[in-house]
Protein backbone atom coordinates (compact mmCIF):
# COMPACT_ATOMS: atom_id res chain seq x y z
CA UNK A 1 0.00 0.00 0.00
CA UNK A 2 1.52 3.29 -0.92
CA UNK A 3 2.27 5.83 1.63
CA UNK A 4 3.57 8.98 -0.25
CA UNK A 5 1.23 9.44 -3.10
CA UNK A 6 -0.22 12.28 -0.93
CA UNK A 7 2.78 14.47 -0.28
CA UNK A 8 3.58 17.61 -1.24
CA UNK A 9 6.86 17.85 -3.63
CA UNK A 10 8.77 19.60 -0.63
CA UNK A 11 8.37 16.83 1.45
CA UNK A 12 9.50 14.40 -1.17
CA UNK A 13 12.33 16.78 -2.13
CA UNK A 14 13.40 16.89 1.39
CA UNK A 15 13.02 13.08 1.25
CA UNK A 16 14.95 12.66 -1.20
CA UNK A 17 17.88 14.82 -0.47
CA UNK A 18 18.15 13.05 2.55
CA UNK A 19 18.45 10.07 1.12
CA UNK A 20 21.30 10.92 -1.37
CA UNK A 21 23.08 11.87 1.66
CA UNK A 22 22.79 8.68 2.94
CA UNK A 23 23.76 6.72 -0.46
CA UNK A 24 26.64 9.17 -2.01
CA UNK A 25 28.94 9.89 0.72
CA UNK A 26 32.45 10.80 0.39
CA UNK A 27 34.77 9.89 -2.39
CA UNK A 28 37.74 7.64 -1.67
CA UNK A 29 39.46 9.59 -4.84
CA UNK A 30 42.34 11.53 -4.78
CA UNK A 31 42.57 14.76 -6.00
CA UNK A 32 45.10 14.23 -8.74
CA UNK A 33 43.09 10.89 -9.51
CA UNK A 34 39.98 12.84 -9.84
CA UNK A 35 41.78 15.43 -12.33
CA UNK A 36 43.13 12.54 -14.25
CA UNK A 37 39.75 11.10 -14.47
CA UNK A 38 37.93 14.37 -15.32
CA UNK A 39 40.44 15.35 -18.01
CA UNK A 40 39.56 11.55 -19.47
CA UNK A 41 35.91 12.19 -19.31
CA UNK A 42 36.38 15.76 -20.86
CA UNK A 43 38.02 14.18 -23.12
CA UNK A 44 35.50 11.22 -23.99
CA UNK A 45 32.84 14.20 -23.88
CA UNK A 46 33.66 15.78 -26.63
CA UNK A 47 36.36 18.71 -24.96
CA UNK A 48 38.86 17.34 -27.29
CA UNK A 49 40.53 20.60 -29.07
CA UNK A 50 44.75 19.41 -29.33
CA UNK A 51 46.44 20.58 -26.70
CA UNK A 52 43.81 23.42 -25.97
CA UNK A 53 42.58 24.28 -22.99
CA UNK A 54 43.13 23.14 -18.97
CA UNK A 55 41.78 22.13 -16.12
CA UNK A 56 42.96 23.26 -12.16
CA UNK A 57 42.30 22.53 -8.79
CA UNK A 58 43.91 24.48 -5.72
CA UNK A 59 46.78 22.86 -4.41
CA UNK A 60 47.59 22.80 -0.16
CA UNK A 61 49.14 26.14 -0.21
CA UNK A 62 47.64 29.39 -0.95
CA UNK A 63 48.56 30.63 -4.17
CA UNK A 64 48.91 26.83 -5.40
CA UNK A 65 47.04 24.81 -7.82
CA UNK A 66 47.09 21.33 -9.69
CA UNK A 67 46.99 21.57 -13.37
CA UNK A 68 48.10 19.66 -16.44
CA UNK A 69 51.43 19.31 -18.51
CA UNK A 70 51.67 21.34 -21.56
CA UNK A 71 52.21 19.01 -24.58
CA UNK A 72 49.86 16.23 -23.40
CA UNK A 73 46.66 15.77 -24.66
CA UNK A 74 43.20 15.39 -22.59
CA UNK A 75 43.20 11.90 -23.02
CA UNK A 76 46.98 11.39 -22.02
CA UNK A 77 46.92 12.74 -18.23
CA UNK A 78 47.36 10.79 -15.54
CA UNK A 79 47.59 10.95 -12.10
CA UNK A 80 51.35 11.00 -11.73
CA UNK A 81 52.17 13.37 -14.89
CA UNK A 82 50.01 16.18 -12.98
CA UNK A 83 52.15 19.22 -11.75
CA UNK A 84 51.30 21.76 -9.25
CA UNK A 85 52.49 25.27 -9.89
CA UNK A 86 52.18 28.50 -8.27
CA UNK A 87 50.40 31.92 -9.52
CA UNK A 88 53.50 32.77 -11.60
CA UNK A 89 52.85 29.27 -13.25
CA UNK A 90 56.50 28.00 -11.90
CA UNK A 91 56.60 24.48 -11.20
CA UNK A 92 56.91 23.29 -8.01
CA UNK A 93 55.84 19.64 -8.05
CA UNK A 94 56.19 17.52 -11.18
CA UNK A 95 57.91 17.83 -14.71
CA UNK A 96 57.65 20.14 -17.72
CA UNK A 97 55.47 23.39 -17.98
CA UNK A 98 51.95 24.44 -17.70
CA UNK A 99 50.46 25.83 -20.55
CA UNK A 100 51.12 29.99 -20.08
CA UNK A 101 47.30 30.49 -21.20
CA UNK A 102 46.80 28.72 -17.32
CA UNK A 103 47.72 32.63 -16.22
CA UNK A 104 44.07 33.93 -16.10
CA UNK A 105 43.15 30.64 -13.82
CA UNK A 106 45.58 32.93 -10.96
CA UNK A 107 43.00 35.99 -11.38
CA UNK A 108 39.92 33.69 -11.19
CA UNK A 109 41.11 31.70 -7.87
CA UNK A 110 42.62 35.57 -6.09
CA UNK A 111 38.45 36.57 -6.93
CA UNK A 112 36.80 33.87 -6.54
CA UNK A 113 37.33 32.35 -3.25
CA UNK A 114 34.33 29.53 -3.03
CA UNK A 115 35.85 28.03 -6.66
CA UNK A 116 38.68 25.52 -5.95
CA UNK A 117 37.99 23.92 -9.73
CA UNK A 118 38.53 25.41 -12.65
CA UNK A 119 37.79 23.66 -16.38
CA UNK A 120 38.38 25.83 -19.66
CA UNK A 121 37.98 23.59 -22.99
CA UNK A 122 37.04 24.29 -26.76
CA UNK A 123 34.58 21.41 -27.51
CA UNK A 124 32.62 21.48 -30.72
CA UNK A 125 29.06 22.37 -30.27
CA UNK A 126 30.13 25.17 -27.56
CA UNK A 127 33.05 26.95 -29.88
CA UNK A 128 30.50 26.86 -32.62
CA UNK A 129 28.21 28.87 -30.41
CA UNK A 130 30.73 30.98 -29.63
CA UNK A 131 31.01 32.42 -32.75
CA UNK A 132 27.39 33.34 -33.53
CA UNK A 133 28.30 35.95 -30.00
CA UNK A 134 24.98 35.44 -28.79
CA UNK A 135 25.29 33.75 -25.05
CA UNK A 136 23.93 30.77 -23.74
CA UNK A 137 20.54 30.06 -23.91
CA UNK A 138 19.12 27.04 -21.20
CA UNK A 139 15.81 26.12 -21.77
CA UNK A 140 15.60 21.94 -21.14
CA UNK A 141 15.19 20.08 -17.75
CA UNK A 142 18.48 18.45 -18.50
CA UNK A 143 21.03 21.62 -18.73
CA UNK A 144 19.12 23.89 -15.74
CA UNK A 145 22.41 23.62 -13.47
CA UNK A 146 23.32 26.47 -15.99
CA UNK A 147 19.98 28.63 -15.80
CA UNK A 148 21.23 31.75 -14.73
CA UNK A 149 24.41 30.56 -14.10
CA UNK A 150 26.28 31.18 -17.24
CA UNK A 151 28.32 34.59 -17.93
CA UNK A 152 28.93 35.74 -21.42
CA UNK A 153 32.15 37.70 -22.66
CA UNK A 154 31.22 38.91 -26.15
CA UNK A 155 34.61 40.64 -26.93
CA UNK A 156 37.22 38.31 -27.50
CA UNK A 157 39.98 39.61 -25.64
CA UNK A 158 42.83 37.56 -27.76
CA UNK A 159 44.86 35.06 -26.60
CA UNK A 160 44.69 34.49 -22.84
CA UNK A 161 48.54 34.24 -21.74
CA UNK A 162 48.67 38.12 -20.30
CA UNK A 163 47.13 39.68 -17.34
CA UNK A 164 44.50 41.99 -19.34
CA UNK A 165 43.18 38.87 -20.24
CA UNK A 166 42.71 37.49 -16.51
CA UNK A 167 41.28 40.47 -15.61
CA UNK A 168 38.40 40.53 -18.58
CA UNK A 169 37.91 36.87 -18.04
CA UNK A 170 37.26 36.62 -13.76
CA UNK A 171 35.77 39.86 -14.46
CA UNK A 172 32.97 38.89 -16.84
CA UNK A 173 32.34 35.97 -15.06
CA UNK A 174 31.35 37.61 -11.72
CA UNK A 175 29.78 35.29 -9.45
CA UNK A 176 28.12 32.52 -12.28
CA UNK A 177 29.90 29.36 -11.76
CA UNK A 178 30.35 29.18 -15.68
CA UNK A 179 31.35 31.86 -18.75
CA UNK A 180 30.66 31.32 -22.96
CA UNK A 181 33.55 33.42 -24.26
CA UNK A 182 32.85 34.35 -27.77
CA UNK A 183 35.01 33.14 -30.43
CA UNK A 184 36.99 31.23 -28.30
CA UNK A 185 35.17 28.61 -26.10
CA UNK A 186 34.10 27.74 -22.40
CA UNK A 187 35.17 27.71 -18.94
CA UNK A 188 33.10 26.15 -15.67
CA UNK A 189 34.21 26.50 -12.29
CA UNK A 190 33.36 24.60 -9.01
CA UNK A 191 33.61 24.27 -5.27
CA UNK A 192 34.77 20.86 -5.95
CA UNK A 193 36.37 18.66 -9.06
CA UNK A 194 33.00 16.81 -9.34
CA UNK A 195 30.96 19.62 -9.87
CA UNK A 196 32.95 21.25 -11.86
CA UNK A 197 33.32 18.39 -13.81
CA UNK A 198 29.36 18.31 -14.45
CA UNK A 199 29.12 21.90 -15.59
CA UNK A 200 31.60 21.35 -18.11
CA UNK A 201 29.77 18.12 -19.51
CA UNK A 202 26.15 19.94 -19.52
CA UNK A 203 27.51 23.42 -21.24
CA UNK A 204 28.71 21.43 -24.20
CA UNK A 205 25.24 19.31 -24.23
CA UNK A 206 23.61 22.78 -23.69
CA UNK A 207 25.10 24.54 -26.57
CA UNK A 208 24.66 21.40 -28.64
CA UNK A 209 20.54 21.70 -28.18
CA UNK A 210 20.65 25.28 -28.65
CA UNK A 211 22.53 25.24 -31.82
CA UNK A 212 19.72 22.17 -33.01
CA UNK A 213 16.99 23.89 -31.49
CA UNK A 214 17.99 27.38 -33.01
CA UNK A 215 17.87 25.41 -36.66
CA UNK A 216 14.25 23.94 -36.50
CA UNK A 217 12.61 27.34 -34.58
CA UNK A 218 12.63 30.11 -32.06
CA UNK A 219 13.85 28.55 -28.52
CA UNK A 220 10.91 29.37 -26.12
CA UNK A 221 11.38 30.48 -22.93
CA UNK A 222 11.27 28.21 -19.49
CA UNK A 223 9.40 29.73 -16.44
CA UNK A 224 11.84 31.18 -14.50
CA UNK A 225 10.64 30.20 -10.96
CA UNK A 226 10.94 26.44 -12.22
CA UNK A 227 14.18 26.86 -13.94
CA UNK A 228 15.68 28.44 -10.58
CA UNK A 229 13.88 25.39 -8.58
CA UNK A 230 15.61 23.05 -11.14
CA UNK A 231 19.27 24.88 -11.01
CA UNK A 232 18.62 24.15 -6.99
CA UNK A 233 17.88 20.65 -7.33
CA UNK A 234 20.39 19.68 -9.58
CA UNK A 235 23.34 21.56 -8.30
CA UNK A 236 23.38 19.95 -4.87
CA UNK A 237 27.09 18.51 -3.56
CA UNK A 238 25.78 14.89 -3.46
CA UNK A 239 24.35 15.43 -7.14
CA UNK A 240 27.73 16.61 -8.27
CA UNK A 241 29.50 13.36 -6.70
CA UNK A 242 26.74 10.53 -7.98
CA UNK A 243 27.56 12.33 -11.29
CA UNK A 244 31.19 12.23 -11.06
CA UNK A 245 31.14 8.55 -9.89
CA UNK A 246 29.05 7.34 -13.17
CA UNK A 247 31.10 9.26 -15.62
CA UNK A 248 34.25 7.78 -13.70
CA UNK A 249 33.33 4.42 -13.86
CA UNK A 250 32.99 4.94 -17.61
CA UNK A 251 36.29 6.53 -18.10
CA UNK A 252 37.86 3.93 -16.26
CA UNK A 253 36.44 1.35 -18.45
CA UNK A 254 37.48 3.16 -21.10
CA UNK A 255 41.16 4.99 -19.79
CA UNK A 256 42.33 2.40 -17.04
CA UNK A 257 45.84 4.11 -17.19
CA UNK A 258 44.84 7.30 -16.29
CA UNK A 259 45.31 6.22 -12.32
CA UNK A 260 47.67 4.11 -10.51
CA UNK A 261 46.49 0.94 -8.77
CA UNK A 262 42.84 0.26 -7.50
CA UNK A 263 40.60 2.51 -6.80
CA UNK A 264 36.74 2.67 -4.98
CA UNK A 265 33.76 4.43 -6.51
Known amino acids: MAKTLQDSKDVLVDRAEWQMDRHFGDSKLTTRQKLALTCRIAYDGGH???????????????????????????????????????????????????????????????ERADVNCIIHTHPLHTAALAMLEVPLVVSQMDTTPLYDDCAFLKDWPGVPVGNEEGRIISAALGDKRAILLAHHGQLVTGSTIEEACTLALLIERAARLQLLAMSAGTIQ???????????????????????????????????????????EL
Open 48 to 110: DSGLAGQISFRGREPGTYYTQRLGLGFDEITEDNLLLVNEDLEVLEGEGMPNPANRFHSWIYR
Open 221 to 263: PLDPALAREAHDWTSTDRRSRANFEYYARKALRNHPDCVTGQV
